[in-house]
Nanobody, 125 residues
Framework: QVQLVESGGGSVQAGGSLRLSCARS????????MGWFRQASGKEREGVAA???????RYSDSVRGRFTISQDFAKKTLYLQMNSLKPEDTGLYYC???????????????????WGQGTQVTVSS
């Protein structure tokens, strides 16, 4: 059973930084890709960043240049370093992983099979 557990959320002022972590378990081998999504209150969930197991990355336009996705295979942990945070970055951040055999580098919810419980990020102005 695949499990994803996020941590690292919190409250910061605009311009600050946070690093989110996502510990995964239950995979028999490394998933081909993983991603971060976020959902602001009253809005749909949106893809933020994705990484494949070759280190290729993909970012949404709203975070490119400010956020960095990375992963540590030995620790089975996905990270999201968030710098220059803005109030519009506020939301519940989710880690997501694909089903077995899935491949690509998507930022689309439907291409992820497993989700964490989310960690709250609040950025004040």
């Amino acid at each position: 059973q695949v499990q994803l557990v996020e941590s690292g959320g919190g409250s910061v002022q605009a311009g600050g930084s946070l690093r989110l972590s996502c510990a995964r378990s239950g995979y028999t081998s490394n998933p081909y890709y993983m991603g971060w999504f976020r959902q602001a209150s009253g809005k749909e969930r949106e893809g933020v960043a994705a990484i494949d197991n070759s280190g290729n990355t993909r970012y949404s336009d709203s975070v490119r240049g400010r956020f960095t996705i990375s992963q540590d295979f030995a620790k089975k942990t996905l990270y999201l370093q968030m710098n220059s945070l803005k109030p519009e970055d506020t939301g519940l951040y989710y880690c997501a992983a694909p089903g077995s055999g899935w491949w690509g580098l998507p930022l689309i919810q439907g291409q992820y099979a497993y989700w964490g419980q989310g960690t709250q990020v609040t950025v004040s102005s």
